[in-house]
């Protein structure tokens, strides 16, 4: 077992992101605006329209790729930033650990109570000007991953600490890649399917605030694992499920042992 975080604890901040309070419920909000960026109006399927709506979907799928792309250079960034600092002060990275957690906690408990106006997400997407072809998608994906990270960034910032704890750029880029898959392929799933995600985006927005509620408690929760040093034994406890998943697989059918595989490699 390595000391580097478990591919599935990643995998699992990434999704875990994307249902965040200023994440899921502005789902439609997003592809209307990629969309728009792609030149479509919408996704309206009809049997007399196939081909059309086809290519829109076509368009969306493609432009909300650039979008993710956009944020995953930022976040492969960052994780190079931290990493970096990590090796280069070296005996404080308990005061990082310490500061770390507080400030994820803090962030958590404004997810809930909503006390730092400047971090207003809904009205920070509405005020974004409208982005303009894959070029225009790519950059609304970096401001993303930049101009939101306080939102996202409480989850970010514990991958980002177990990352950086290995002072070795390479890796940590790698897992913040791994990060943004997670965070980047329901986006696709809903562009996708996007029609159908707007059946259900009104229930969302029923349900917003508990959604902040139970997002700002999870958060919260991973403050107090991050403040006291527990954020790790997370990681192990993961990396041994991880493991566990291998070796259950090697005599398993196709999809199991490829995956097995795959998780064999990435672990090196």
Known sequence: MNEYPSILLVFSAGLLSF???CVLPLIPSYLSILGAAGGTSGINPSPENNEQTGKKRFIL???????????????????????TTFLLMGGISKYIQIAAGIIVIILGINIIFDFIKFLNYEKRLHTTKRPKGLIGAFLAGMAFGAGWTP???????????????SSKTGIAALYL???SLGLGIPFLLAALFFDRY???AKWFRAKYQLIKNISGSLLILMGLLI?????????????????????????KALPFRLIADWLNWINF
């Open 177 to 179: 890649g791994l990060y």
């Open 61 to 83: 799928l493609i432009t909300t790729g650039s979008f993710i792309t956009g944020f995953t250079v930022v976040f492969i960034i960052l994780s190079i930033i931290i990493s």
């Open 19 to 21: 249902f965040s309070p």
């Open 227 to 251: 403040l006291t040093g527990r954020f790790s034994a997370l990681n192990i406890a993961m990396q041994k499920w991880q493991f566990q998943y291998i070796y259950w697989a090697q005599d």
């Open 151 to 165: 939102c996202i960034g409480p989850i970010l910032a514990g991958v980002l600490f177990l990352a950086g704890q």
């Open 198 to 200: 707007l059946v259900t």
